[in-house]
């Protein structure tokens, strides 16, 4: 008899909890307060765990790093003296090539993009889940770090601030099935949407069947999506498929490893998205 | 002592979550630390206390590394630890091969019923590979399997020092 109630017990209380976690769930989708206020309640109780994992990954951190430094400058020494002789002969074209750019702009009367605005931030920890991929950065509300600013790292686009704390915020990665960015083909100029597919390849969608698309081509950011400044690299085409409908499906591998980010440089002012102004209605005489 | 040593167990699973994401963020995809504890009490105590101990260590997964919707792994690790101490009660699973059973399943059922609440709450789900879910059961069965070897050792040897501090 014990056991039964017992057992009807277990269950109520699994009913209650589950309509309560229900609720919650659905509050936080509609940003409530009261989703908020439970948050903030786990935060700080979490805190006792979180602050000495801090500390202690902190120093672990700062030792791989001194080991992998040292073994890598030797290397990388060799490596300079090369890159230095080739960069000399580059720098002087690529002089001429910002002269003509320059010249180009000015004929073409566009904006010059000024370069944003950004703070860097330090992965704290990572979750690369099939269904949620998510980083958090040690930077948050109080370093002037808002939802939906860009994400990025050395090499590229890395996601989009969705939720933010005081001293922390979470980052959705592009490869999440939930992101979306919009990308264009470097060299052909063809547009389309990058969406992730968990830990799948990337993909680049709504590409006409006709663009001129092949294997190799890099895709970057086209800044159209008021998110990401454009010329971000998202990834590189690696599969073309067979069109369908009026549309080609595009696999990215992606210019950033999600595995080896570290440090990410958040941009607090998207200048690169702002479009041309409107020309001038000529004079009618 | 049972409510501390839950803390105890929650909080350092969540520290060792929060360090190979750092570190070894690739397979954060294959094994979830946070359903440690859950299988801990499922197996050891009472249905109750393994519900009220998933449903802990699920908000606080939720509150440093959910982006959307809080409250989703709370919800599954309540789920799980009601199911998981239901088959605690009825059957006995404290060994190698019922830990790692226990862990298998509750790393499966953990990543469908999340797909499923995601569906459910309007997010677009990625299509779930049966390779990486293999390897997930297989990697989960095994940690938990180690993780509660090493937590019953460490019981064991202090049941021990007791009795014998006791007839000293």
Same mark, same amino acid.
């Given at each position: ?7 009807? $017990? ?9 309509? *309560? ?5 659905? *509050? ?14 786990? +935060? ?8 000495? !994992? ?41 002089? !001429? #090539? ?10 073409? /009367?566009?904006? @010059? ?30 370093? +002037? ?13 890395? =996601? ?6 005081? +001293? ?11 992101? =979306?960015?919009? =990308? ?13 597919? /968990? ?24 800044? #159209? ?9 998202? =990834?590189?085409?690696?599969?073309? /498929?067979?069109?369908?409908? $009026? ?5 990215? !591998? ?22 041309? $102004?409107?020309? @001038?209605? @000529?004079?009618?005489? | ?7 105890? +167990?929650?909080?350092?699973? #969540? ?22 504890? #859950? ?21 606080? @997964? ?8 809080? /409250? ?58 049966? *390779? ?6 297989? *990697? ?29």
């Amino acid at each position: 008899m014990a056991a039964v109630s017992s057992a009807r $017990a277990n269950a109520l209380l699994l009913g209650v909890m589950t309509f *309560a976690q229900l609720l919650l769930m659905a *509050a936080s989708v509609r940003g409530g307060m009261a989703a908020s206020a439970v948050a903030a309640v786990v +935060g700080v109780a979490s805190r006792p765990a979180v602050t000495p !994992e801090r500390t202690v990954s902190g120093i672990l951190l700062d030792v791989v790093h001194f080991f992998r430094d040292v073994h890598a400058d030797e290397i990388e020494n060799v490596k300079l003296e090369l890159e230095v002789t080739r960069l000399s002969g580059e720098l002087e074209r690529t002089r !001429e #090539l910002a002269q003509e750019n320059t010249r180009l702009r000015r004929l073409l /009367g566009m904006h @010059e993009d000024l370069a944003p605005k950004s703070i860097g931030a330090s992965v704290v920890t990572a979750r690369l889940a099939g269904q949620s991929r998510v980083i958090l950065v040690d930077r948050g509300a109080t370093d +002037g770090v808002r939802p939906d600013m860009a994400v990025v790292a050395w090499g590229g686009a890395v =996601g989009r601030v969705v939720s933010v704390e005081k +001293g922390f915020a979470r980052v959705r990665l592009l490869s999440d099935p939930n992101s =979306g960015a919009s =990308g264009v083909i470097a060299r052909s100029r063809a547009e389309g949407m990058i969406v992730g597919r /968990g830990g799948e390849p990337m993909e680049m969608i709504y590409v006409p069947k006709y663009a001129d698309v092949v294997v190799g081509d890099r895709v970057i950011t086209s800044g #159209l999506d008021g998110v990401f400044p454009r010329g971000f690299g998202l =990834g590189r085409v690696t599969v073309v /498929g067979e069109p369908v409908g $009026a549309s080609k499906s595009i696999r990215l !591998e992606p210019e950033v490893d999600d595995r080896a980010v570290e440090d990410v440089l958040i941009l607090l002012e998207p200048s690169g998205t702002r479009l041309l $102004a409107p020309e @001038e209605p @000529e004079a009618r005489p | 002592m049972i409510v501390l040593w839950a803390v105890l +167990g929650i909080g350092l699973s #969540l520290a060792f979550e929060l360090v190979l994401g750092r570190f070894a963020p690739g397979a954060t995809r294959y094994v979830a630390l946070m359903t440690l504890p #859950l299988v801990a009490y499922a197996l050891r105590t009472s249905q109750r206390s393994s519900m009220v101990v998933g449903c802990a260590s699920g908000l606080l @997964e939720d509150y440093w590394i959910e982006p959307r919707l809080f /409250g989703l792994n709370g919800l599954v690790k309540t789920i799980l630890g009601w199911a998981m101490g239901g088959i605690g009660a009825r059957f006995d699973l404290n060994n190698f091969w019922g830990r790692f059973a226990s862990g298998a399943s509750v790393h499966l059922v953990d990543e469908g019923l999340q797909t499923a609440l995601r569906r459910l709450f309007g997010e677009i789900v990625a299509p779930v590979g049966v *390779a990486s879910l293999g390897i997930r059961a297989v *990697a989960g069965g095994l940690l938990t399997a180690a993780v509660l070897a090493i937590v019953s050792k460490f019981g064991t040897s202090r049941r021990a020092t007791r009795q014998k501090n006791r007839k000293a």
